[in-house]
């Protein structure tokens, strides 16, 4: 799905979210050959980049907030797949974590970068998760806010009927009101994120998941995230012996208010295993940053600036970071 038809209103709505503050993006569409798939992706701004990696049933602009709130630097959001103006996917039997890898290596590659921050929430967040273990020398550093999906335990069971075949598509699929949407989204990043957030922001989010595609490539996902979760071994969730390989810092941001998804005890003891990680509770809920962005981008922004720059691996004297 190219960005001409990605549909004018949704093109309009991500438009108001960064004007309203103050920003100018860039957008591009890559067309990705391994794997073929086309991938859009909104840029702002110049430096180290960094590259912002959306939850289900949002999209780039989502990231506006946090972005504007961040010390300056080349800041690339993308529209994952199904959302926005990127393309859909079948993932019916696909091998999730190679397939996000080799993505994201493909797009980092089109837009010149050997490595890059890479900042991811929820379900963006376990992506950022795998790149970091199978493709270490791409990721200068990794910040993880919310619940990264299943990647450190969690079981999400509330989702698996959305994973049932032709139910789950129709149900993703079908026409939502605006005001349903709402009530949707309250009960993913919290009532009170919604709330706060401005309506352009809610618009654009609404809008980029109510285009062709969304419900095949949301449910197929969800089938097999859910397939490898209940296989023996499993698959997708990140293991304890995983978690002591990933090389580049970790920032772990936690709402306080995080609504039963996985708790912020059983997250700290996982990130207690990654060699370089730092564990963070801020007030809010799965998207702590619409409700205190403050907090939020005051602890990322600290973060990002204490990892050398242009380091594609930390120095071995490089001091651990905490979980506190």
């Known amino acids: 799905m190219s960005e001409r038809s990605a549909g004018p209103a949704f093109l309009e709505a991500e438009a108001s979210v960064f004007a309203s503050r103050s920003l100018a993006p860039r957008s591009r569409t890559l067309q990705l050959r391994k794997p073929e798939f086309q991938v859009r ?43 926005g103006g990127s393309g859909s996917v ?28 890479v900042i991811g929430h929820s ?18 550093s990794l910040v993880a806010v919310g619940t990264p999906a299943v990647a450190l335990g969690a079981r999400l069971d509330g989702l698996r009927a959305l994973a049932r075949p ?66 023996q071994p499993q698959r997708y969730v990140v293991s304890a012996e995983e978690l002591a390989r990933i090389e580049p810092p970790v920032l772990i941001v936690w709402g306080r208010e ?3 998804l996985q708790s912020s005890v059983e997250a700290r003891q996982r990130a207690a295993l990654i060699p370089r990680a730092q564990f963070e509770l801020v007030p809010g809920g799965h998207e ?28 071995s004297s490089w001091p651990t970071l905490t979980v506190s």
């Open 288 to 315: 702590p940053w619409l409700d205190d962005l403050e907090s939020t981008a005051g602890l990322i922004g600290s973060f990002m600036a204490g990892i050398p720059a242009s380091r594609h691996r930390l120095p």
């Open 258 to 260: 995080e609504a039963g």
């Open 166 to 231: 032709g139910v789950g598509r129709l149900m993703l699929a079908m026409p939502k009101p605006p005001a349903w949407y709402r009530v949707i989204l309250s009960s993913t990043i919290g009532a009170g994120a919604v709330s706060a957030a401005p309506a352009d922001l809610i618009r654009a989010n609404y809008l980029a998941t109510q285009r062709p595609g969304y419900g095949k490539t949301v449910s197929s996902y969800l089938r097999e995230m859910f397939r490898g979760l209940d296989a």
């Open 123 to 140: 379900q963006g967040a376990m992506i950022g998760m795998w790149l970091a273990l199978d493709a270490p020398d791409r990721v200068r």
């Open 41 to 83: 992706t909104v840029e702002v701004g110049e430096g180290e980049p960094a590259l912002f990696l959306h939850g289900f049933s949002l999209c780039a602009a989502h990231m506006a907030p946090l972005i504007s709130a961040l010390p300056p630097a080349r800041c690339i959001a993308i529209d994952q797949p199904g959302h």
């Open 90 to 117: 079948d993932y019916s039997r696909v091998d999730l974590r190679r397939w996000f890898t080799e993505m994201l290596t493909s797009c980092m590659d089109e837009l010149g970068l050997q490595s890059a921050h």
